[in-house]
């Protein structure tokens, strides 16, 4: 066997190449006149590097898998261009999707939504899917929320959201401000903690960042798989962010804004940037309550 093709053989598996025919198959040839215009590319692992530059460590701090981009020429019309990316597991697609929540107004796509200016995200069961065009007027518009209703129906899976969104206040934070993510990189792309992983984030854990309407603090929720891991990060977190109120577990920092933490059985509740000390204690007390 020549030496390339033996590459070709170890580099494509035959469960590449079905994952790879299953991806092709939530997409249409044509919509609207926009027709396929280059074959398909598929990206695995670090090799969305090629694709994206610094975009890429978002994706593969989410649990990553496989990249589908396809484009969609028209005459005289703008290009579409499609990326569907295989993230693996439900949570991973909706936590890559709330990475870019927030942007624009909801729409009944996947089992979760946005569309604003040519960009249309959203995600379903393990998949985390962008739709753009560059320019865009109302025939643009319809095209690309028509494919999304397309790929959307191709993809049958569902998948349920993170429990843990079950104990944060409704009504209480900014919908479009909620981060889902289980690594330290996501947390800091939000709210910039320190490089070092002080809260002990890891593919375990669940975490979820919000905004607070009264007083604009952030509200960071982490759950851990057993309370001595949840123990051993409030403690390092204490030492190490607020050392002047370990044993308080409540500061005011340098901006004049108050930050705390307390931790309930394999739970760390975190404030940030609370507007006086009291609302940051009655907001750690009131996640606190409604925990298991």
Not at 186 to 208: F, G, K, P, R, S
């Amino acid at each position: 066997m020549p030496v390339i093709l033996l590459f070709l053989t170890f580099a494509m598996t035959p469960s590449d190449t079905l994952t790879q025919t299953a991806m092709q198959e939530l997409l249409p040839t044509s919509l609207r006149g926009w027709d396929v215009s280059e074959p398909t590319r598929f990206y695995s692992g670090r090799e969305i590097f090629r694709y994206m530059d610094g975009a890429g460590e978002v994706y593969l701090a989410y649990g990553f898998r496989r990249l589908l981009v396809q484009r969609y020429a028209r005459p005289n019309h703008e290009e579409i261009l499609v990326e569907i990316f295989d993230m693996g597991l439900a949570r991973s697609a909706f936590g890559a999707f709330t990475n870019m929540g927030g942007r624009g107004p909801v729409v009944d796509i996947g089992q979760g939504g946005e569309f604003k200016t040519g960009l249309l995200s959203f995600w379903k069961g393990r998949y985390f899917v962008c739709v753009m065009i560059d320019r865009e007027d109302d025939e643009a518009a319809h095209a690309v929320l028509e494919l999304g209703k397309w790929i959307s129906a191709k993809i049958k899976e569902q998948g349920s959201k993170p429990d843990i969104l079950r104990f944060l206040p409704d009504g209480s934070y900014a919908s479009s401000s909620l981060r889902y993510f289980f690594r330290n990189e996501i947390l800091n792309i939000h709210y910039y903690v320190a490089d070092a992983n002080l809260l002990h984030l890891h593919e375990q854990t669940d975490a979820v960042l919000v905004r607070m309407i009264s007083d604009k603090s952030y509200l960071l929720l982490v759950q851990y798989p057993t309370s001595e891991q949840a123990d051993s990060a409030c403690i390092d977190f204490s030492r190490h962010y607020m050392p002047e109120g370990r044993e308080k577990r409540i500061i005011q920092t340098e901006n004049k804004k108050w930050t705390g933490c307390v931790r309930h059985k394999n739970f760390l509740v975190v404030v940030f940037d609370g507007g006086s000390q009291a609302q940051a204690q009655n907001l750690l007390e009131d996640i606190r309550r409604r925990l298991p």
